[in-house]
């Protein structure tokens, strides 16, 4: 962050945590930089004649600047809109962790120095509910293996593991808030709590983990749609194919460097959008899900 002492030069050359290893191990970059430097080295040294395309054949780089400013404002926008859709996933899967331990908070407030069994309860729960939740969110099948850890570590019980097993995900959030409710439930009876207001609060903590989970899930499911995400492909390409037909009847020495920047930024930020939208997995921008299960 120090720019005086040579930091914007270091950042420059950063290569890790950063869009550089994908694109330079993108196929498409290299295939599409073979072709320029390959059209490039025909014309530079007259193996195409270039009064070929000249004539109603011209290729006109004002007309490529129509296309590369079309290309520029979809993808632009894409990844504005990847970028504000990673803020929100992040905004409520904070929530989520946040309001499960507030439930959490309160439920041992109320009941704990009466019988600190039900904090213990509902505690397992919650964690049950959020290791479960967020593996299936990222994509990893909870295995036998691993049921049998979540058993071995006390957040499960054997009958609990039968009848989760066998349900869907959705199903298998419900039941398990149902769980915790009953669980809230028994608490207040065993605890004989009296004050309204203070259960009332305790339920409403509750209820905000379901919704904030809720609110997380769709997001999740509502992608940008297929269609904007493959013609924003097919700009980038041919976009890209135009640079590298209308480049290499550049002269200049500085032709290829232009084109390998240009396509460097157009595929780097494509990259980097598709990270952005969905940020559950081993990218460097993804959450570090399992550090924050580990720490909560």
Same mark, same amino acid.
């Not at 632009?76 to 996933?89: D, I, K």
């Not at 909870?142 to 609990?160: F, G, N, Y």
């Not at 039941?175 to 339920?203: C, L, S, Y």
């Given at each position: 962050?120090n720019l005086e002492g040579g930091g914007?030069?270091?950042?420059?050359? #950063?290569?890790?945590? #950063?869009?550089?290893?994908?694109?330079?191990? !993108?196929?498409?970059f290299w295939l599409f930089a073979a072709?320029?430097?390959?059209?490039?080295?025909?014309?530079?040294?007259?193996?195409?004649?270039?009064?070929?395309?000249?004539?109603?054949?011209?290729?006109?780089?004002?007309?490529?600047?129509?296309?590369? @400013?079309?290309?520029?404002?979809?993808?632009?926008? !894409?990844?504005?809109?990847? !970028?504000?859709? *990673?803020?929100?996933?992040?905004?409520? /899967?904070?929530?989520?962790?946040?309001?499960?331990?507030?439930?959490?908070?309160?439920?041992?407030?109320?009941? *704990?120095?009466?019988?600190?069994?039900?904090?213990?309860? @509902?505690?397992?729960?919650?964690?049950?509910?959020?290791?479960?939740?967020?593996?299936?969110?990222?994509?990893?099948?909870?295995?036998?293996?691993?049921?049998?850890?979540?058993?071995?570590?006390?957040?499960?019980?054997?009958?609990?593991?039968?009848?989760?097993?066998?349900?869907?995900?959705?199903?298998?959030?419900?039941?398990?808030?149902?769980?915790?409710?009953?669980?809230?439930?028994?608490?207040?009876? @065993?605890?004989?709590?009296?004050?309204?207001?203070?259960?009332?609060?305790?339920?409403?903590?509750?209820?905000?983990?379901?919704?904030? !989970?809720?609110? $997380?899930?769709?997001?999740?499911?509502?992608?940008?749609?297929?269609? *904007?995400?493959?013609?924003?492909? /097919?700009?980038?390409?041919?976009? /890209? @194919?135009?640079?590298?037909?209308?480049?290499?009847?550049?002269?200049?020495?500085?032709?290829?460097?232009?084109?390998?920047?240009?396509?460097?930024?157009?595929?780097?930020? $494509?990259?980097?959008?598709?990270?952005?939208?969905?940020?559950?997995?081993?990218?460097? /921008?993804?959450?570090?899900?399992?550090?924050?299960?580990?720490?909560?």
């Amino acid at each position: 962050d120090n720019l005086e002492g040579g930091g914007m030069l270091l950042m420059l050359f #950063t290569v890790k945590n #950063t869009v550089v290893p994908l694109v330079l191990f !993108y196929k498409a970059f290299w295939l599409f930089a073979a072709i320029h430097i390959s059209c490039w080295c025909l014309f530079r040294f007259e193996y195409i004649d270039a009064t070929m395309f000249e004539g109603i054949f011209a290729f006109s780089m004002a007309d490529m600047k129509v296309v590369s @400013a079309m290309t520029i404002f979809f993808e632009v926008f !894409y990844t504005g809109h990847s !970028y504000q859709r *990673y803020l929100h996933l992040h905004h409520w /899967v904070n929530e989520t962790f946040q309001a499960c331990n507030r439930y959490t908070f309160s439920l041992m407030a109320m009941t *704990y120095a009466k019988d600190p069994r039900y904090t213990w309860m @509902a505690g397992r729960l919650i964690r049950l509910f959020l290791i479960t939740f967020f593996l299936d969110l990222t994509g990893t099948e909870i295995t036998s293996d691993r049921w049998a850890q979540l058993v071995q570590a006390k957040l499960l019980r054997p009958q609990e593991r039968e009848l989760l097993s066998h349900l869907p995900f959705a199903a298998r959030n419900v039941k398990i808030f149902q769980w915790i409710a009953r669980t809230h439930d028994e608490a207040f009876q @065993a605890t004989d709590q009296k004050n309204a207001p203070a259960m009332a609060g305790v339920m409403n903590r509750l209820l905000a983990s379901e919704e904030s !989970y809720r609110n $997380l899930l769709e997001i999740h499911r509502m992608p940008v749609p297929f269609q *904007y995400f493959h013609l924003l492909h /097919v700009m980038v390409c041919l976009n /890209v @194919a135009c640079l590298c037909w209308g480049l290499a009847q550049d002269p200049s020495a500085f032709a290829p460097l232009v084109f390998f920047v240009a396509t460097f930024i157009f595929i780097g930020m $494509l990259e980097l959008a598709k990270q952005l939208a969905d940020p559950f997995g081993e990218d460097e /921008v993804d959450f570090p899900i399992s550090l924050w299960l580990h720490n909560d």
